[in-house]
Nanobody, 115 residues
């Protein structure tokens, strides 16, 4: 069974940085697309960043120029480098990986930014 797991969340002060990681295990196939979403209490899930294949990236408007998504060397890993964090970035960050047409989600990792 393929499982997706995120890590790297935590508590950081405004202006700080965090790097999130996401890995899919249990599959011999390569993810064709990977994406990060976030969800804050009482708000809709929001697209943060995504990468298709190895290079094509896309970002949500609120994180452009601050966040960077990249594919790891290990199979089916993806990172999200988050810089200049603000309290508005506080949310649970979820990773989605597409493997053989199936969209697989992790449980999420909490990011809390204090002012």
């Amino acid at each position: 069974q393929v499982q997706v797991a995120e890590s790297g969340g935590g508590l950081v002060q405004a202006g700080g940085s965090l790097r999130l990681s996401c890995a899919a295990s249990g599959s011999i196939y390569t993810s064709t697309a990977m994406a990060w979403y976030r969800q804050a209490p009482g708000k809709q899930r929001e697209f943060v960043a995504g990468i298709v294949g190895g290079a094509a990236t896309k970002y949500g408007e609120s994180v452009k120029d601050r966040f960077t998504v990249s594919r790891g060397r290990a199979s089916n890993t993806v990172y999200l480098q988050m810089n200049n964090l603000t309290p508005e970035d506080t949310a649970t960050y979820l990773c989605r990986q597409t493997i053989r047409g199936h969209e697989l989600w992790g449980q999420g990792t909490q990011v809390t930014v204090s002012s």
